[in-house]
């Protein structure tokens, strides 16, 4: 039976979600989406555990509250930090980006070195370093915080001569290490891509969202087809913002690459 009211949910801390949102939608333009953006409390690189997962918790009540059939967390914070216990405490389908990343890097490093960029948290967490680590415990990760740029992002200034300082600055201690693979651990570096190729050079793969995410949700929806069957296959596309919308409209349609309309989302405790 089908339940042409459930959509795929996501869910991110910002604007960066929306580029993984995008790629999904060029590979699977038949199903619906709703797309959650928690601008008002971004970033989440910097915020305590408990906070973030308060906040995941709250966004993904909201978007199963809007009618979805499942959500996946954009943000590698709220992955990193909130997934393992939303998903332990619910039986509601919530899925992360965080393993998909891992298991693209590790099959694509030649040389066993990988370079992690992400925010605090989600660097603080290990998780990457665990998740790469389980796929092939002979691969070296090393990691990089980068605090600065998912503020300078959100406040639309990606293209900027700073980005590109604080790009060199994070990077250079991970090329020294001579890795051959950058995985971009925090959606919002998706943006910078063109930036981050000509700071790594041509001998640096990077692994991002476009490339990795599509292809683990058809994966996914293939395998769990008594889900498959409930999504909505109208093509429609909604999107909420929990902080200024004509904002998230503007920044957030650079991002999708398409205008797109924004709704104002109230988060319950």
């Excluded at 967490?125 to 092939?136: A, F, M, P, T, W």
Aim: one cysteine or more; a neutral charge; glycine letters at 8%.
């Amino acid at each position: 039976m089908v339940y042409p009211w459930l959509m795929i949910g996501f869910f991110d801390s910002g604007f960066g979600g929306l580029r993984v949102l995008r790629s999904v939608v060029s590979a699977l333009p038949q199903y619906s989406y709703i797309y959650l953006g928690d601008s008002a409390r971004a970033p989440y690189g910097s915020r305590s555990p408990e906070d973030v997962y308060r906040f995941t918790k709250q966004g993904v009540d909201f978007l199963f509250g809007q009618g979805v059939a499942l959500v996946i967390l954009a943000c590698n914070t709220a992955a990193s930090e909130a997934l393992r216990k939303i998903q332990s405490d619910s039986d509601k389908k919530v899925l992360g980006v965080l393993i998909p990343f891992a298991e693209a890097a590790a099959a694509r490093t030649k040389n066993k070195r990988i370079g992690v960029i992400a925010t605090e948290g989600t660097v603080a967490s290990g998780s990457y370093l665990r998740e790469i680590q389980k796929v092939d415990p002979r691969i070296e990760v090393f990691q990089s915080a980068c605090p600065l740029l998912v503020p300078l992002i959100e406040a639309g200034e990606h293209a900027t001569t700073r980005v590109r300082e604080l790009l060199r600055e994070y990077l250079e201690p991970l090329l020294k290490e001579h890795i051959d693979t950058l995985v971009l651990g925090c959606t919002h570096y998706g943006i910078l891509e063109r930036e981050l190729r000509a700071a790594v050079g041509s001998g640096v793969e990077l692994i991002s969202e476009h490339d990795v995410v599509p292809n683990s949700l058809v994966s996914y929806l293939s395998r769990h087809p008594e889900i498959e069957a409930k999504i909505d296959r109208s093509g429609k596309q909604r999107f909420f913002s929990t902080g200024d919308v004509d904002h998230f409209q503007k920044l957030g349609s650079v991002f999708f690459e398409k205008p797109i309309v924004a709704e104002r989302a109230i988060l319950s405790a």
